[in-house]
């Protein structure tokens, strides 16, 4: 495959990737955060099967195929239920500024593991990203610690799902690219994560599903955007330009909030958009000082 190609085919993933929150919130409020999770990664896992093709379990090693599955699919929970738990489709926005944290955790994690050293400018970046997220979650009222925490307060279970899956996701990146051996077990791991919450789903809700054609089509569109989008950035990792990629993909929370308000129907202010900002700048900076080595 020709390397702009492969290049143009893996920036395709961080439009597709940027459309999710706010189809997941739209799936979500009609079907209810578990339900809705659950029917979205079931679809997601049926267009990677027909994307990629049936993985082979003996081709993958064991430890990744235990600590990959375990880690991506409590990751792949904490995005879809922080969103779905969300009490309005701005808070949704805000949750997911606060998953977008991982990026810099990962290169921060990254050069820990690997005993690279640690420069100020990867501080910097991590302070520029924190900074970033607060101006989010004090909403109209900047930084303002006594408005986040309330924030935080209303909705302590999806804010601490988003951070919690921003953790999970760091650590999933970091320690998968030591013990996959070069396999990609992205088809089992969703067919795990959406068992998992279909279990969830079978104990803990009763909501019927009203499948309207509005829905249908969103369902359709945000499983394409999850199962393609994976599959789109392993071709362009693989095959593409990864600096190219790399550097894009941290221009996502500004496109991810962008694409959510319009889906929604939101109103974000000033601050957030310059919280969005600084967060992607953050994570550009980490990027760099780990690029600097």
């Not at 009490?87 to 810099?104: C, F, K, R």
């Not at 394409?224 to 994976?230: E, N, Q, R, T």
């Not at 308000?261 to 900076?285: K, N, P, T």
Request: proline share 3%; glycine share 10%; net charge positive.
């Amino acid at each position: 495959m020709p390397h702009s190609r492969a290049t143009a085919i893996g920036l395709t993933a961080i439009l597709l990737w940027s459309t999710i929150v706010g189809l997941i919130r739209s799936v979500t409020e009609a079907l209810g955060a578990v339900g809705g999770a659950a029917m979205v990664y079931t679809l997601s896992s049926v267009i990677l099967l027909i994307a990629v093709g049936v993985p082979k379990l003996s081709a993958f090693p064991r430890r990744y195929l235990i600590w990959g599955g375990l880690l991506f699919a409590a990751y792949e929970m904490c995005l879809s239920l922080s969103i779905g738990f969300a009490d309005s489709g701005t808070q949704a926005i805000e949750v997911s500024m606060v998953n977008y944290l991982w990026p810099s955790l990962t290169l921060l994690l990254t050069v820990i593991t690997s005993k690279q050293t640690l420069r100020p400018l990867i501080f910097v970046g991590m302070t520029v990203c924190l900074i970033g997220v607060s101006k989010v979650l004090g909403g109209e009222n900047g930084l303002s610690l006594h408005h986040m925490a309330v924030n935080i307060g209303s909705n302590p279970l999806s804010y601490g799902l988003a951070f919690a899956g921003a953790i999970i996701w760091s650590v999933y990146c970091v320690l998968t690219k030591k013990i996959a051996k070069g396999c990609n077990g992205i088809t089992l791991f969703f067919i795990l994560t959406a068992t998992v919450l279909w279990l969830q789903f079978a104990f803990t809700e009763n909501q019927a599903f009203n499948f309207t054609p509005q829905l249908l089509i969103e369902l359709s569109l945000v499983s394409c955007a999850m199962g393609l989008g994976y599959a789109a950035w392993n071709t362009g990792i693989l095959y593409g330009n990864v600096t190219v990629l790399a550097t894009a993909s941290y221009f996502t929370p500004v496109l991810s909030a962008f694409f959510a308000a319009q889906l929604l129907g939101e109103s974000l202010g000033i601050s957030f958009w310059l919280g969005a900002l600084l967060v992607s700048a953050g994570s550009l900076m980490c990027w760099w000082a780990t690029r600097a080595h």
